[in-house]
């Protein structure tokens, strides 16, 4: 038996060993009988109108079953009307083969079927197409003047605008004591899983099918699909257990899974389409962004006047937004802001959610213009940021429902040593190396939103628990059976979370840092409606002990119902079950946030350290230790917690020194479409990294007081790396990547 309560600990993920060893299936590897491959056409224009297509030597190829294309696609209903996804954002979204025009390159405009993967890829790279090409333009930087406000939609309701600018942000910046001002660019990013974007569809009948898709939602790839193509939302069945990394690439239905379905339905044959490594950089990424600040402060070290701008990119047909500019008036309280949040349509694709959108790209200006007025002020940069410490975020007038970031600093810099740091630039050396410190905070919202979940107590008195929700790698699976056991007074291995499945209770997309908060209280809901229910039958069966017992009185452990105040008292599931003839006991529920209850905001905080060392001779930049301390609430696991910190650690690193997808206006196209030239960390690049879990309570949250933790640990690695950087070199880069050349 698990010791329990499993809350709070350290528990190993209980899908590890499927994992490592190759048992676990991914979307791409469900074997199904007789399957047909489909592989993708691309467009290699950026915008124009398909003049032909000349598919017939492809056709040619024995083995070629069809090639498809705008002309000779299924007609659905959708081509005319309007249904998007969960996730999208305001504006018109893009249908795969729709017709002849293409709007960015890289868009899917065929599809090959063929008995094999590799004939169907050969057979497409037969496919000739003549373009009529058009204008165009990709360049962020070269459109700023088109920049305007994006339209509101459903979708932005969790991603409000900037609030309305308070004080007067000129007069105060013009006559504070000390100023600090920056121009910002951060390169565009691609979501680079290593599981490949994968559709594998069963077919069942016309009207009917089962679908294997890598998605952070089932139930939102179950409505698409169900939606595009006519279908019963109850013959659609889409099961994601295993997710080979999502970062927010998965919160949309992609366009593998609108191919696949559309051949299946056509062919009536099972089909599989796999996006390849290149084909991964023709959807969704983090904006490319510019930005802006100009913030002021008295003699006295108080902030007194914050001014942010961001202006990112989208599509033609989608307005992406997400919060760039607003944490800064969260974070430090200033009496004059003004804060501008606009997007500039070009001729790319939508942009998508990754790791913390926003709040990545906002927090790096905030906390690189923090330490530049710290210095100004002849202020050690903690010291600064504790000086303008508040549990009242001024974006709202409402107070924190928690906030342990000073402890997070406190802790923080005296596990990093914070206190040994030579504020003075270039003067720390290691050998021929420059060794710099740095430090910054970051945020990000504690979110969650309605989810459901079965409780099943079966026959042989173990229990299971069920919901739509996937694993994106985060650990769900284990902190959700963590959950089921510590309410039922069940060990681990007596329950089962049963998940990744669309037939299952409601779950949203996996995003967004809400999972733990919005499906954890959903299992525990579950599970404690179970309780009651085996104690009212337990009322009924045995009376005599049980009939006049009050629910507060029962203790539930190992299987067994018994009673607080009489020990003596016993029942076990088995007996439970045998009243009820043998049948399983279930029970669902639904958990959400209370729509009254807005009296807080409600976040999550950290404290990023870093050191680095600059090798100016090699041109090497290196992190050779981090710390993180963050406050994210009661933490469930502290071993994938713990995973989930680093994992975002590590993305820091990268967004701060590797990582960037390299446009080339001219052509309106990326360039390092591969892992080889899309640079990220490898271990040789990471070095000592340390986290820390800072207690905080908070009944405000959740009914776990749980904050998501998937996105937190980014959030402040880019700007303590550029910040520690700068007391190596000297040198101000506000150009992410910083890449040696740019501290030349
Ligand atoms: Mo996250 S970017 O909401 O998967």
């Known amino acids: 038996m ?16 499927e994992k490592v060893t190759g048992s676990a299936k991914y979307a791409a590897e469900y074997k199904v009988s007789d399957l047909l491959f489909g592989y993708v056409i691309n467009s290699t224009v950026t915008k124009g109108k ?8 492809a056709k040619a190829l024995p083995g070629v079953i069809e090639v498809f294309n705008h002309d000779n696609r299924p007609s659905t209903a959708w081509f005319d009307f309007q249904y998007a996804d969960m996730d999208a954002p305001p504006g018109e979204v893009f249908k795969p083969l729709k017709n002849n025009q293409v709007l960015y390159n890289g868009q899917p405009i065929g599809l090959v079927v063929a008995e094999t993967f590799e004939l169907a890829r050969y057979a497409a790279a037969l496919v000739k197409v003549a373009y009529e ?5 990709t360049d962020l930087e070269a459109n700023t003047g088109k920049a305007r406000d994006p339209k509101k939609g459903l979708a932005t309701l969790l991603k409000p605008p900037p609030p309305k600018p308070q004080g007067d942000f000129e007069e105060a910046y013009n006559t504070a004591h000390a100023q600090a001002f920056g121009k910002f660019r951060h390169g565009t990013e691609h979501h680079n899983p290593m599981e490949l974007f994968a559709t594998t569809v069963e077919y069942l009948n016309k009207d009917k099918l089962r679908i294997y898709d890598k998605t952070q939602g089932t139930i939102n790839s179950q409505m698409y699909v169900a939606n595009v193509f006519g279908l019963k939302m109850k013959n659609v069945q889409v099961i994601t257990p295993y997710m080979g990394g999502g970062f927010g690439s998965g919160l949309r239905p992609q366009y593998q899974l609108f191919m696949a379905v559309m051949a299946s339905l056509e062919l009536k044959r099972n089909v599989r389409v796999v996006l390849s490594r290149a084909q991964m950089f023709t959807f969704g990424y983090r904006p490319e962004t510019l930005q802006e600040t100009k913030f002021g402060a008295d003699e006295k070290g108080n902030l007194t006047a914050l001014y942010q701008k961001a202006i990112g990119e989208t599509s033609r047909f989608e307005d992406y937004v997400e919060i760039v500019v607003n944490w800064g008036n969260m974070l430090y309280p200033a009496e004059n802001v003004t804060l501008e949040y606009s997007i500039v349509p070009l001729d790319v694709y939508t942009p998508l959610d990754m790791r913390a959108p926003g709040g990545v790209t906002g927090m ?12 100004k002020l002849h202020m050690d940069p903690l010291e600064f940021r504790l000086k303008n410490y508040t549990n009242i975020d001024k974006g709202s007038g409402k107070p924190y429902s928690s906030k342990e970031l000073k402890k997070c600093y406190e802790l923080g810099a005296k ?15 290691r050998g021929n190396k420059l060794v710099g410190y740095g430090m910054a905070t970051g945020m990000w919202d504690a979110n969650r939103i309605l989810g459901r979940a ?6 042989n008195g173990k229990v299971q628990v069920n919901s739509a929700v996937t694993d994106i790698g985060t650990g769900t699976l284990t902190v959700m059976t963590q959950i089921a056991a510590d309410e039922l007074g069940l060990s681990l291995e007596d329950v089962t979370f049963s998940y990744g499945d669309s037939k299952k209770p409601f779950a949203p997309i996996q995003g967004g840092s809400w999972t733990v908060a919005t499906v954890g209280p959903a299992v525990k809901a579950a599970c404690h409606s179970l309780n009651k229910k085996l104690f009212k039958k337990a009322q009924k069966i045995k009376e005599e002990l049980f009939g006049n017992a009050d629910f507060e009185m029962a203790v539930f452990r190992e299987g067994i119902l018994t009673l607080k105040n009489n020990p003596q008292a016993e029942i076990s599931y088995e007996e439970i079950i045998e009243a009820n003839k043998g049948k399983a006991i279930k029970t669902t529920k639904s958990a959400m946030p209370n729509p009254l209850k807005t009296k807080y905001t409600k976040a999550a905080h950290s404290a990023a350290f870093v050191e680095v060392e600059v090798d100016e001779e090699l041109g090497v930049i290196e992190v050779t230790r981090a710390v993180t301390a963050v406050a994210a609430g009661n933490i469930i696991n502290r071993k994938t917690a713990t995973s989930q910190i680093l994992g975002g650690m590590i993305w820091g690193i990268s967004k701060a020194l590797h990582e960037e997808t390299y446009k080339d206006n001219r052509f309106g196209k990326y360039m390092n479409q591969n892992l080889a030239e899309y640079h990220i960390p490898v271990h040789a690049d990471i070095n000592e990294l340390d986290v820390i879990f800072v207690e905080e309570h908070d009944e405000e949250v959740n009914e776990l007081g749980a904050k998501g933790v998937g996105e937190i640990g980014i959030v402040g690695m880019a700007p303590a790396i550029a910040n520690a950087i700068y007391n190596a070199t000297g040198k101000r880069i506000n150009d992410l990547p910083i890449h040696f050349d740019k501290l030349m």
């Open 50 to 57: 398909i003049k032909s297509m000349d598919t017939a030597p």
């Open 364 to 375: 790096h200006p905030l906390e690189i213009t923090m330490d530049m007025l710290a210095e």
């Open 133 to 137: 090409e058009e204008d165009f333009t």
């Open 415 to 429: 596990a990093f040593g914070w206190e040994k740091r030579n504020p003075t630039p270039r003067t720390t050396k």
């Open 454 to 459: 079965q409780a099943i107590l079966n026959k």
């Open 2 to 17: 698990t010791k329990l309560p499993t809350i709070g600990k350290a528990i190993s993920r209980l899908e590890g060993r």
